[in-house]
């Protein structure tokens, strides 16, 4: 419980990873997340969400519903190149960078394109 409210966080993918590059914070919440004990509950995908009810699939295949008052959803990012797929072929040059590549920092999308624009000179 954290100020009186029981909180968990629920991750579908099989084992929490977290950010790894320069700059995350992730090192710092992992410790607050120890010292508050609290956990990640991996392999939990949400499916259903109804008034005070969060449904879940757990990593063994089974359902999980989950009564809640509050719900949050961080969905995570994805790739999303959509753009420079379509111009394949089609003769105008194209560069994939920042998070249409993979989900980074800003940074990195920063460093890329300082990149690819002295390349062009």
Known sequence: KM???EV???DAN???VPA???GSRALAIMGLMAHLELAVESGMTLTTLQSGVAGFIN???GSVNIETDQIIICQGRQPNNELAVAL?????PVQVIGDARQ???YANAIHEAAYLVRQLG
Do not use: M, V
Not at 88 to 92: A, D, E, L, V
């Open 3 to 5: 100020g009186g409210t």
């Open 8 to 10: 968990r966080l629920l």
């Open 14 to 16: 099989p084992s929490y």
């Open 20 to 22: 790894n590059y320069i």
């Open 59 to 61: 990593a063994e295949g």
């Open 88 to 92: 394949k072929g089609s003769g105008i």
């Open 103 to 105: 989900p980074r920092s």
